[in-house]
Structures are given as structure tokens and as C-alpha cells.
């Protein structure tokens, strides 16, 4: 099969596009044939080595990615032989992930992907879409909340706007950093945008909600943030934190608990059953009956993926990067 591989960590130069032995499903495993690799900020990061260094010989990046069932091994239902499925966790604490031709799993992780949902978007759903779900659906829930989205424009961002006004949400409002983005932020829905380079979050945030704070923030960067949260939030809201622009991030103690103010802090990778089960069961009927958006911004070809990997590093596009493999 054809792949993407890198043996070294390292800039995008360490990939290397060739032949590898196409794999075998396992007892309870599917084989996929893989349509579309979902790129994220993820993939770029591990590749580089700046979260972890080189944890197999070889790896095969992405976590993300859609397809078709071509094989399964022992103990799979053979109903699943040519089902339509999207992945989660293809490259997570697993050598081989989603850049290739195909791609054998668990086969839990490949999950059904409705006819009318395109593979492209499938590639979209393991990391964004589940890491906005879950920050919305977290500790109680978002409906009847003031729901703050930072990073409304990007790829977690985008999606969490649109599924807190599935899930009920009283308001839902986002953070951006200038006119086009906030454009993108609104067509998904939000109520209003506020651009975090030219306003002052805390007092326009104040006056969008009636003095009120936000009851929940679906957090893209604790680092950046973690001083303002106790300006913006309302007594006990819960900030859904998934991402943070350095390690560390401060929170200042005397005001943030007198709010009351929870941080929770997740990564999709390590969701539990029960907490994976809940977000896909609430995914797939949306996909279903088609109520999600998906800002697919480039499709490139496989042989393509270090220029991608280099595009999503840069930040050049506004939406998901995916690979046509």
C-alpha cells in the first residue's frame, strides 16, 4: 500500500511517501481502506517531537481519517464488509495511523459514517467534532447556559458553535482575532464575536450577557486565558479546557473560587467509554440528518502531506486540512 511515514522526528522534510505491507486485521479488528486522512494541530506536533519524542521505529501519522471496510478479523459482525466509517484514535498509542491506503484498527474505532455525509468530512469528526461535543456536553451539560467559544473560527471551534445551539444553548458566543473569522464564527451561529486583538473581552463579553458572565467556556487556550476567566464567567461555570498555547497556565485563586469557578481538563485521546459512547451516540444522528457543517478548507492528495502538515502549522486556512488518499 502506499503511505506516509516518518522514522525520525523532525520537520515536515522527515516524511517520506512509499511502499509498505498493507496490514492485516487482528481478532476484533477491521481493515479499512482508507479515503480521506484528517490532518490536526496534533499530527504536526507529534511529528516535530515538541510532546513526545519517537515512540515506535516507524510511524505512519494522523488520527483521523474515513473509509470503506474491506476486511475484518475474528469475532467482527460480517454485516460491517463494506460499511462506510469514519476513525478515531488511528494513531493514538498505535504505530500506524490514517495516512495511507489503508489502515487496520479495533473495530470500535471505526464507526458508521451515513450515506449523505461525505468521506471528507468523516475525516473531520475524531478530534475536532468529538473535542467540541465533549466540552459541551461535560459536567451537566450546555443547555439553557451562556455558552463562551474561544477560537470560534477554528476547526473545534466552528463545530462547538454549532452543536451548543443543537444541544440548547441560551446564548452562544465566540472569540476571534479579526472581521473574516468572526464571518465564519457567525455563519455557524453564534450570537455574537469578540475580536480578542482589538476589544476588551471582559467588557464587551459583560455587555453581551447583561452583566451575567458566561456559564461554560469551551477553552482552546488555559494559557492565554486562565487570568481572565474569573471576569468573564458567572458564578460556578465550568471551563471546558482542551488546548493551552504553553504548559503552563494561572489562574488567580481568591477570585476564581470565590466563583466557584471548575476547570475541567480533557484530550479526546483519552475519553472513556462511556464518555466516547455518549458524544457519538449524540454525533450520529446529526450526521444523519445532515445538521452539521463541516468547513472542510483544502483537500490535498496523500503524496501532499508534508505540505500540509506545513499549511496547518502556518495556520493558512480557516477549517480542516485533509488528504485524498
Excluded at 62 to 72: K, P, Q, R, T
Excluded at 139 to 160: E, I, K, N, P, W
Excluded at 279 to 287: E, S
Aim: aromatic share 6%; net charge neutral; charged share 15%.
Amino acid at each position: 500500500m502506499k503511505a506516509v511515514f516518518y522514522e525520525t522526528n523532525g520537520t515536515s522534510d522527515v516524511l517520506r511517501v512509499g511502499e509498505l505491507t498493507t496490514p492485516s486485521p487482528a481478532a476484533g479488528e477491521v481493515l479499512v481502506r482508507v479515503a480521506v486522512s484528517g490532518v490536526n494541530p496534533s499530527d504536526w506536533k507529534t511529528r516535530l517531537g515538541s510532546a513526545r519524542k519517537m515512540a515506535f521505529p516507524r510511524v505512519i501519522p494522523h488520527s483521523d481519517g474515513a473509509g470503506v471496510i474491506e476486511a475484518m478479523g475474528e469475532g467482527v459482525d460480517r454485516a460491517r464488509l463494506g460499511q462506510r466509517v469514519w476513525i478515531w484514535n488511528g494513531q493514538w498509542k498505535r504505530p500506524f495511523g490514517t495516512a495511507a491506503e489503508y489502515i487496520a484498527l479495533p473495530a470500535i474505532q471505526a464507526v458508521p459514517l451515513p450515506e449523505s455525509t461525505s468521506f471528507e468530512a468523516g475525516a473531520c469528526l475524531g478530534i475536532p467534532a468529538l473535542t467540541a461535543l465533549h466540552g459541551l456536553l461535560t459536567d451537566g451539560g450546555c443547555a439553557g447556559q451562556r455558552v463562551l467559544v474561544t477560537g470560534g473560527a477554528g476547526s473545534v471551534g466552528h463545530y462547538a458553535i454549532q452543536m451548543a445551539r443543537l444541544l440548547g444553548a441560551a446564548q452562544v458566543l465566540a472569540t476571534v482575532s479579526g472581521p473574516e473569522k468572526a464571518a465564519h464564527a457567525m455563519a455557524a451561529g453564534a450570537d455574537a464575536c469578540v475580536n480578542y486583538r482589538s476589544e476588551d473581552q471582559v467588557a464587551r463579553i459583560a455587555e453581551l450577557t447583561g452583566g451575567a458572565g458566561v456559564d461554560r467556556v469551551v477553552e482552546v487556550d488555559l494559557a492565554g486565558n486562565g487570568r481572565l476567566l474569573h471576569q468573564i464567567c458567572a458564578h460556578g461555570a465550568i471551563v471546558a479546557g482542551y488546548g493551552s498555547n504553553t504548559q503552563e497556565a494561572v489562574f488567580p485563586f481568591s477570585p476564581t473560587i470565590s466563583k466557584g469557578i471548575g476547570v475541567r481538563f480533557y484530550i479526546v485521546y483519552e475519553l472513556t467509554a462511556a464518555q466516547r459512547a455518549t458524544a457519538v451516540g449524540a454525533l450520529t444522528p446529526w450526521l444523519a440528518r445532515g445538521m452539521l457543517h463541516h468547513a472542510v478548507a483544502a483537500t490535498l492528495p496523500l503524496a501532499d502531506c508534508a505540505r500540509a502538515h506545513d499549511e496547518v502549522q502556518q495556520g493558512r486556512h480557516m477549517g480542516n486540512v485533509v488528504l485524498a488518499c
